[in-house]
């Protein structure tokens, strides 16, 4: 007997790919855009917006299942995906100004994904300690809460 039904979890595990697939590419060409305005080279290819995207979707797509089921569980998916991709723009944005004279590409992306994981890291001791939603706890609240 499952505990939990497969199905559904294949299906939760490929909508999670691909909202951070969406996600992920948003943050890589905000974070290029960032830069490109911080730094007075706006003149730069849409291009390189189009590579940053395609980078941070891919990343995004593998990442973003992995940390949710494993680190953030327990975390609302909306503060999720909030605070991963505001940490992973800064990161990249960082990055670039820290790193880009090792690497322009490797420098920013690890930088973005270091900050990626600390994000999640920050939010999975947050959220350490927040009660799981069982089947007990439901059924108390549903007796409380009828009158």
Do not use: K
């Amino acid at each position: 007997m499952w505990r939990y039904d497969p199905v559904r979890v294949v299906m939760v595990t490929a909508c999670l790919a691909l909202t951070g697939a969406a996600v992920g590419g948003f943050a890589g060409a905000t974070a290029l855009a960032t830069v490109m305005v911080l730094s007075s080279d706006v003149a730069r290819s849409s291009a390189l917006l189009a590579i940053a995207g395609e980078v941070g979707a891919f990343l995004g797509l593998i990442s973003a299942p992995l940390v949710v089921w494993v680190m953030l569980r327990r975390v609302p998916l909306g503060r999720v995906f909030l605070r991963l991709t505001l940490g992973t723009i800064v990161g990249g944005v960082l990055g670039w100004f820290a790193f880009s004279w090792l690497d322009v590409i490797l420098g920013p992306t690890i930088a973005a994904f270091v900050a990626f994981i600390a994000s999640a890291v920050a939010l999975s001791f947050r959220y350490q300690r927040a009660p799981a939603l069982t089947a007990e706890s439901f059924a108390r609240f549903e007796r409380q809460s009828t009158p």
